[in-house]
């Protein structure tokens, strides 16, 4: 069962519009899974259309528009001549396979553009292309037996587990937990089924044990 969700400010800056697009899609990716948030978000949504309503002064003007003064051939046009839709067979397949391991990958992220799949030991990631800055996005996965050294995050960092399972110090965890961290967290993710992740970090993670202060770099490799 679904143990970890979106905090509630998060669900209403998704209705919104006010997350990025990777924080967006794990809310979507999470509620596909999860009847509960996904029932907060439609309430939420309506409650935003009754306001919307409440404060239209003029909703007579929708009945206004003369239809003859759009111009059908140049909106047509218009959206032909958007470049974008030219990159579609760059997206996410539907259905993805790492390392010998097969998952399905969910809709919300379908759309976007990711970047070549890099592994070190077990674990494998490819990276979104969503030009967020400072915000870094991936697919992670972890073969069965691996384990992210200990760290904090400067930043945040948003665990969604797509596939698989995998335990912290704070217990296991299924697909759909929503795992939201920021710098007061450490923790050691180990897997032994294998797992696939969405993650999303803002800066560069911070490994604290010994050994792991000398692998840091693997902290940019991950997030
Ligand atoms: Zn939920």
Redesign the pocket.
């Known amino acids: 069962m679904?143990k970890h969700?979106?905090k509630t400010e998060l669900l209403n800056a998704h209705v919104n519009g006010q997350l990025p697009a990777s924080l967006s899609a794990a809310i979507a990716m999470?509620?596909d899974l999860?009847p509960?948030?996904?029932q907060?978000v439609k309430h939420m949504t309506e409650q935003q259309a009754e306001l919307l309503f409440e404060h239209n002064d003029a909703p007579e003007l929708a009945n206004d528009i003369d239809l003859n003064e759009i111009d059908i051939e140049q909106m047509i046009s218009d959206i032909t001549n958007d470049d974008s839709v030219e990159l579609l067979a760059e997206n996410v397949p539907v259905t993805i396979s790492v390392k010998g391991q097969d998952y399905k990958i969910p809709r919300a992220i379908q759309h976007m553009h990711m970047g070549k799949w890099h592994s070190l030991g077990k674990i494998t990631r490819a990276r979104m292309e969503l030009n967020e800055g400072d915000i870094h996005s991936s697919l992670l996965q972890i073969e069965p037996g691996g384990t992210v050294p200990e760290h904090t995050h400067k930043g945040f960092e948003l665990t969604l587990l797509l596939q698989g399972s995998f335990s912290d110090e704070m217990g296991t965890y299924v697909p759909?937990d929503?795992i939201m961290l920021d710098g007061e967290h450490q923790h050691t993710p180990a897997t032994t089924e294998g797992c696939l992740c969405f993650t999303v970090a803002d800066g560069a993670q911070h490994f604290t044990q010994g050994i792991n202060k000398l692998l840091n770099p693997i902290g940019s490799f991950i997030y």
């Open positions: 679904i969700h979106p999470h509620n999860c509960q948030c996904a907060a759909g929503f």
